[in-house]
């Protein structure tokens, strides 16, 4: 059985930093695209970045580009997110996703497997 | 940057109803388009991928069709279980969201 469980979150003043950790079992993660996705309180969808399954390539959401950095250990079978110059808008819960295919294909396809996400709150 | 544009932005419906999502393209996506739904608190759920195709365990009432810059999910008969929040999302280039549908109870 996939699964995914995130960590990490928590409260952060603006301007501050947050790493997640996203920890995958139940499946090669080495083969994967692996993407983060946030969701502001009440707030839709909205894709984060995303890397593929050698790390040896990042795609990032404008909104976050120059700010947050994302990476993988493919031998711990963890992705993270580290978060720097956080703002206010940045609060949301963060899932991470495993891509729905294994074609590694350049920024991914869509995701048919979701952690339950964890909350970051940027506030003084 | 493609903006992707769903309506309605809620729908009410009763149960058995047929009802239909459209998910709009600024530009050609090809059948690069899948569909979500969600309920309060819990993770995104793939039910269609590239389009047309379901994904493995969600029943057949649910279905996409669409090519380029306009999509549709439809699901023939609603059942309790249908009622939560849609999402279309396409990964032609990058990635970008649809606002999301809520259905409700009529």
């Known amino acids: 059985e996939v699964q995914l469980l995130e960590s990490g979150g928590g409260l952060v003043q603006p301007g501050g930093s947050l790493r997640l950790s996203c920890g995958a079992s139940g499946f090669t993660f080495s083969a994967y695209v692996m993407t983060w996705v946030r969701q502001a309180p009440g707030k839709g969808l909205e894709w984060v970045s995303t890397i593929r399954a050698s790390g040896d390539n990042t795609y990032y959401a404008d909104s976050v580009k120059g700010r947050f950095t994302i990476s993988r250990d493919n031998s711990r079978n963890t992705m993270f997110l580290q978060m720097n110059s956080l703002r206010a808008e940045d609060t949301a819960v963060y899932h991470c996703a495993k891509d729905g295919t294994d074609t590694d294909y350049i920024w991914g396809t869509y995701w048919d497997h979701w952690g339950q996400g964890t909350l970051v709150t940027v506030s003084s | 940057d493609i903006q992707m544009t769903q309506s309605p932005s809620t729908l009410s419906a009763s149960v058995g109803d047929r009802v239909s999502i459209t998910c709009r393209a600024s530009?050609?996506?090809?059948?690069?388009l899948a569909w979500y739904q969600q309920k309060p608190g819990k993770a995104p759920k793939v039910l269609i991928y590239k389009a047309s195709s379901l994904q493995s365990g969600v029943p057949s009432r649910f279905s996409g069709s669409g090519s380029g810059t306009e999509f549709t999910l439809t699901i023939s008969s609603l059942q309790p279980d249908d009622f939560a929040t849609y999402y279309c999302?396409?990964?032609?280039?990058?990635?970008?969201f649809g606002q999301g549908t809520k259905l409700e109870i009529k």
């Open positions: 999302q396409q990964y032609n280039d990058y990635h970008t």
């Open positions: 530009q050609s996506i090809s059948r690069y």
